[in-house]
């Protein structure tokens, strides 16, 4: 008896070593992981990270399930906490802009510098450049998550319920909702206009209520939220914020993965990434019109008034070039450079 027990015991002990990794790796796996992002529905990027959560699932034949929590519900809408909540095992998924997290990592502030990505052509470059996957992605694995994909949020327009804005002095005394991000602050405050800082969820009455006159988000987000019903007439195209989308898994929880689901997941994010990206820009002609069908002015600035974008707003750069990670930020500036010369 003794003796068939001992080998009923090796042979199960034999059947669990000749398991595939994949399937030991499954008997780690939660029912659901929970995915944060900042926007609600109708917009480019709830579209990506729900193209993501359902990509993961058919690829992964439904091993990994990624449940969406917009609204940064999982932090009560405070999205600059979205990076701690995740260390504390809250979030185990973030699609969204490394900007909400600067406050703990300064690095993160990068893509916020002001002018940084003037447009398409140089988004492109970012995105393909080493000093993006190479030089800031191992920033983003040392702040503990594991960096997937990356695609383009998208231009964020300057706008406003008082008057037309083409140049900086157009803002003075304008009460402007911002992330709350000390950089952003700066650079409404070099233009002399009334910085006030509040969640997304919190703007909107503001909006209606006259508390705050304006705040910068994208156009597709102007249309999504309806921002033109809150009494919002006039945009600015004062090219000076464009952020990245990025992908990003808690490092604890990336390690429970098989190495084939990791590489499925991987693939999941650049293909949303990319999608991203390509409806950030075909929807831009759309909104256009249908903004304008609303009453609502879009000002584009000629040569000589983008100058004094620049201009206004160069300080601040070259300051928070130097917190920030100077040498880091010197890499995107030469791909950008190099971009521009093409």
């Known amino acids: 008896m003794i003796q068939r027990r001992q080998l009923l015991q090796a042979g199960a002990c034999t059947a669990v070593i000749g398991m595939p990794a994949l399937a030991l790796a499954q008997t780690k796996y939660r029912a659901e ?10 917009t480019n990027w709830h ?12 690829k992964t034949q439904g091993r990994l399930n990624f449940k969406l929590y917009p609204g940064s519900s999982l ?60 030089d800031f992605y191992e920033v983003i694995r040392r702040s503990g ?12 327009q300057l706008i406003n319920a008082k008057r037309r804005v083409a140049v900086p002095n157009d803002i003075k005394g ?11 602050q700066q650079i409404m405050s070099a233009m002399h206009a009334n910085p006030t800082t509040m969640t997304f969820a919190d703007a909107q009455p503001a909006l209606a209520s006259g508390a705050i006159d304006g705040l910068t988000l994208t156009l597709e987000q102007f249309v999504a939220y309806k921002l033109s019903s809150l009494g919002q007439k006039h945009i600015a195209y004062w090219n000076q914020s464009n952020e990245l989308i990025h992908f990003l898994v808690a490092n604890p929880v990336w390690k429970t993965w098989s190495d084939q689901d990791q590489k499925l997941v991987r693939e999941a994010a650049q293909v949303a ?29 000629t040569a000589q008034e983008q100058a004094l974008w620049n201009g206004a707003t160069r300080e601040v750069y070259q300051r928070w070039k130097q917190q920030i990670n ?9 791909v950008v450079a190099q971009a521009m010369q093409s």
């Not at 992981?33 to 109708?42: E, M």
């Not at 998550?145 to 964020?156: D, H, K, N, Q, V």
């Not at 304008?174 to 952003?184: E, F, S």
């Open 75 to 134: 932090v009560q809408g405070q999205q600059d906490r979205e990076l701690t909540a995740l260390r504390q095992g809250v979030i185990d998924i973030l699609v969204g802009t490394t900007v909400n997290w600067s406050g703990t990592v300064k690095d993160f502030a990068l893509f916020n510098l002001p002018g940084l990505m003037p447009n398409d052509h140089a988004v492109d470059a970012v995105l393909a450049s080493d000093a993006l996957n190479k």
């Open 174 to 184: 304008l009460k402007i909702r911002v992330v709350a991000t000390p950089m952003q």
């Open 145 to 156: 998550m594991e960096p997937l994909a990356s695609g383009e949020y998208g231009p964020i």
């Open 47 to 58: 579209f990506a990270a729900e193209r993501f959560a359902n990509l993961v699932r058919e």
């Open 33 to 42: 992981y929970r995915l944060s992002l900042v926007v609600g529905a109708g």
């Open 273 to 301: 990434g990319k999608e991203l990206t390509r409806r950030v820009r075909e929807t831009v002609a759309t909104n256009e019109q249908m903004v304008a069908k609303q009453g609502v002015d879009i000002y584009k600035p």
């Open 326 to 334: 100077a040498p880091l930020v010197s890499k995107f500036e030469q």
